[in-house]
Structures are given as C-alpha cells and as structure tokens.
C-alpha cells in the first residue's frame, strides 16, 4: 500500500477557540489526550483525511513550544502507512534525519513516528500505523 495522507496537523490554544472549522460545518468525531506528547487532540474528519487539533497540556509540551516561537499553525502533515518500521529502515539507511528511531504510542491507539523537519523539506512529517 502506498501511503495516504491521514491527516494534518494545526497546532492551536485551545480546541474551542478554533471555530473556523465548525463555522465550516467540519465536526469534532473524537477527542483524547496523549500524554506522553503533552497534548489534547481533536479529530475533524475531511473526506478521507482528517484535521487533527493539537492544544498543549502543559508549558513544557513540544506544540506549547511551537506556538510560543512561530503562533498557531500547521504543525505536521500525517501519512498513514501499512509497515512503519519498514519505512523507518529504510529512511534511515537512506540518511534521512529521523525524530523516533522505532514507533511511539499516538492517538487512536495507532503506532507514529516523526521524521526531522530537515528531512521533510522544512516540514514535519508523522508516519502512522493502525494496529489491528
Ligand atoms: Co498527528
């Protein structure tokens, strides 16, 4: 399976506080917080993809940091793949800079890991794997 794109990321301050979604008829479908990224999330699906609201738990998480140095914003782009360690390899053996050498525990249960910003031409890239 090629990858698709699962879904994008915009960093904000609060999940409520973005209504420009709502006001464009997307719906919230689900909402959790990941811990261990420090971050409460939303999900508003688009089509086949989804939107995915980050809003920081606490001042020491990563899109807290991102929002103080560059403002609310696109924050990544996800593709959903079907073999993330295999993706990983062989980014890795190609030299690309990788964030998460193996996969780490993100939302919907799924396995996620990011690549460098330097790798993904200034953008940070997630790669997702639904565990079955
Ligand atoms: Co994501």
Redesign the pocket.
């Known amino acids: 399976m090629k990858p698709v794109l699962d ?1 994008i ?1 915009i960093a904000v301050r609060s999940i409520e506080g973005a209504a420009v979604y709502r006001a464009l008829g997307l719906t919230v479908d689900h909402v959790e917080t990941v811990e261990t990224q420090g971050v409460r999330i939303a999900f508003l699906p688009v089509g086949d993809s989804s939107l ?1 609201l980050l809003e920081p738990t606490s001042a020491a998480s990563p899109v807290a940091k991102f929002i103080e140095k560059r403002g609310e914003g696109i924050h ?1 782009i ?1 593709f959903r793949v079907d073999d993330i360690d295999a993706h990983l390899e062989r980014l890795k053996a190609a030299g690309f800079r990788l964030i998460n050498e193996s996969p780490v525990p ?2 919907h249960g799924c396995r ?1 890991a990011f690549l460098h910003p330097a790798a993904g031409n200034g953008v940070l890239i ?1 790669l ?1 794997e639904k565990v079955k």
């Open positions: 879904h990321g995915e990544h996800c993100g939302a996620v997630e997702s």
